[in-house]
């Protein structure tokens, strides 16, 4: 009887408090906090075949008068369908803009960059600054800077986007401005303002424009990187992150992004940490274990290593080097005291 009395006074007092926007600890169900971060992100590989193949339809189908752009999103099967996001902080997506065409002018709170995968001599402008783009290129479109997208080659071109759009909009900060005009004018190019660095840096002079990364600078960087032993990450290979010139920090506040490389036949040993990473697979065929599972990838593939899963790369070629872009959250964590790694 006492059991029966006891709990009906819980679901009562349950019921009462609902209704004054109140509600006890104890309905959790949990008896602790766990152990270690969890996360519904789960493990996840997209083909190139199937991305590239819902681009090409979209092609036929959505112009960019239809829509502001002809974007695929990748879609992490442990988040919200409706949200339609890769990882809870990260978006990664690829956009497709065939000759001719213009996707308009906008600029957002939403941080973005772009990796180029495909194509050649489109450009992307940044607050007035043409960036004309080849594959490998790195453009950053951060927060609130004015960005629109013109092709005026003979190939359609194809690039990665990412964006910190779950994150900002777990912030409740989402917001999108349309420039005027279809067009912003361009004032520069990115080739000038590359130019221009080296000597900035010299003599202290702030560097607030910084918006292009040329793979032709990127590839030699990491290619001299991987001709030292020492240099070798034992989790990620030979490591290059794209660093803020103006204060040699992240790539973005909210991104960090960087290249590895994977020599013939390398094996790294598993790590994990609380960071999530978005991988795009730009050159080589691999492997990557996370977790109990294992995905084999090769060019043009993209998958996602969520928090605190154990993993580790494989190079399945004997002969080639295999390259992979990535984009991490890790700035996020640090900022918050919350980021760790441990070796498993
Ligand atoms: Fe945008
Ligand atoms: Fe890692």
């Keep these: ?7 009906d006074s819980v679901a009562l007092l349950d019921h ?9 600890y104890w309905r959790l169900g949990m008896e602790g906090l766990p152990p270690h971060p ?3 992100v789960e493990p996840c590989l997209w083909k190139w075949a199937d991305v590239h193949e819902s681009l090409v339809r979209a092609g036929e189908v959505i112009s960019l008068e239809d829509s502001e752009r002809r974007v695929v999103r990748l879609v992490n099967p442990g988040l919200n369908p409706e949200q339609a996001f890769a990882t809870h902080t ?9 000759p001719g065409e213009n996707a308009r002018a906008h600029r957002h709170t939403p941080a973005a960059l772009r990796f180029v995968v495909q194509g050649n001599g489109a450009y992307t402008t940044v607050n007035g600054q043409q960036c004309v783009m080849e594959p490998g290129d790195l453009i950053l479109t951060p927060k609130l800077t004015w960005h629109d997208h013109s092709n005026e080659s003979r190939e359609p071109m194809l690039w990665l986007d990412g964006l910190d759009f779950p994150l900002v909009q777990a912030l409740h900060q989402v917001m ?3 420039y005027p005009e279809r067009r912003q004018p361009i004032e520069k190019s990115s080739e000038k303002v590359r130019d221009r660095l080296g000597a900035s840096l ?3 002079i702030p560097v607030t424009e910084f918006f292009h990364y040329k793979w032709r ?6 290619r001299a990187l991987a001709q030292s032993p020492t240099a070798r990450d034992r989790f990620d290979g030979y490591r290059l992150e794209y660093r803020n010139p103006q204060t040699g920090g992240p790539t973005m506040p909210t991104i960090q992004c960087a290249v590895q490389l994977l020599t013939p036949a390398d094996q790294t040993e598993a790590h994990r940490h609380t960071s999530t990473v978005i991988y795009h697979v730009f050159r080589g065929e691999g492997a990557t274990e996370i977790g109990e599972r294992r995905f084999d990838w090769q060019q043009g593939d993209s998958f996602v290593v969520p928090l605190w899963y154990a993993h580790r790369h494989l190079n399945r070629s004997s002969s080639d080097a295999a390259i992979l872009f ?10 918050l005291d919350l980021y760790r790694e441990e070796a498993c």
């Design 1 to 7: 009887m006492d059991q029966v009395a006891r709990i």
């Design 16 to 24: 009462d408090m609902a209704e004054k926007n109140l509600s006890g």
């Design 38 to 40: 969890m996360t519904s």
């Design 90 to 98: 990260i978006q990664i997506s690829f956009q497709y803009v065939k």
């Design 176 to 178: 999108q401005e349309r």
């Design 202 to 204: 010299c003599h202290g």
């Design 217 to 222: 600078d990127t590839e030699p960087m990491l």
């Design 326 to 335: 990535s984009m991490s959250d890790v700035p996020v964590l640090r900022a």
